[in-house]
């Protein structure tokens, strides 16, 4: 059965970028000697479902960061959205997040990386995160982009692990209960 998993960075109180998108606060916290368990995480995932504005994020770096192949979520993009030297790296998908995960299961896909605040929120509400593993950047940005969201019903979760880094970035694992 596919299952999606998260595999985040958040800062202090909770944003996962500020309000206009801008994520410097963790790309300067990024410490190359610290091993914080992304290639080990990536190396079981047979893809990358992500929103638009992950998406979008995404574009503005220098180099395209992903080898696996991206399914970007969205109502407004279309493939022309997609730079040309990404054709055959993302695709666009406006189906709802259960329909999608089907459909990837019927190609053989076992485990989805879900990127994205709206998005992993949308999965977390219909019940497609096995797993997340949050990472807390010791930042406080005051506002921003939450993570989470609202939800209709609570949302268990089981405390897995918990790995702090000499940076001072703190690693929580956890399983969501169903």
Same mark, same amino acid.
């Given at each position: 059965?596919? $299952? ?11 944003? @996962?970028?500020? =309000? ?8 300067? %916290? ?5 091993? #914080?368990?992304?290639? !080990?995480? @990536? ?19 220098? $180099?395209?960061?992903?080898?696996? =192949? ?14 040309? #030297? ?6 666009? $998908?406006?189906?709802? =997040? ?16 879900? !990127? ?29 982009? %939450? ?6 019903? !609570?949302?268990?979760?089981? #405390? ?5 880094? =000499? ?12």
């Amino acid at each position: 059965m596919i $299952s999606g998993h998260v595999f985040i960075a958040t800062s202090l109180d909770g944003f @996962i970028a500020k =309000p206009d998108g801008d994520i410097q606060w963790l790309i300067s %916290r990024d410490d190359p000697q610290e091993d #914080h368990g992304y290639n !080990d995480f @990536i190396k079981n995932i047979d893809g990358i479902i992500m929103g638009r504005g992950t998406f979008e994020k995404a574009l503005s770096f220098a $180099s395209w960061y992903y080898t696996l =192949p991206v399914i970007v979520l969205s109502q407004k993009l279309t493939e022309n959205d997609i730079p040309e #030297h990404l054709k055959d790296k993302v695709q666009i $998908s406006k189906l709802t =997040p259960q329909d999608l995960m089907a459909a990837l299961e019927t190609k053989g896909w076992k485990r989805v990386y879900v !990127d994205g605040g709206q998005t992993i929120q949308s999965f977390l509400r219909e019940n497609l995160i096995k797993d997340m593993v949050i990472t807390t950047v010791p930042v406080l940005i005051g506002e921003g982009r %939450r993570l989470f969201g609202a939800v209709t019903d !609570d949302i268990s979760v089981k #405390h897995i692990k918990t790995t702090t880094f =000499p940076s001072g970035l703190v690693q929580t694992e956890y399983q969501v209960v169903r």
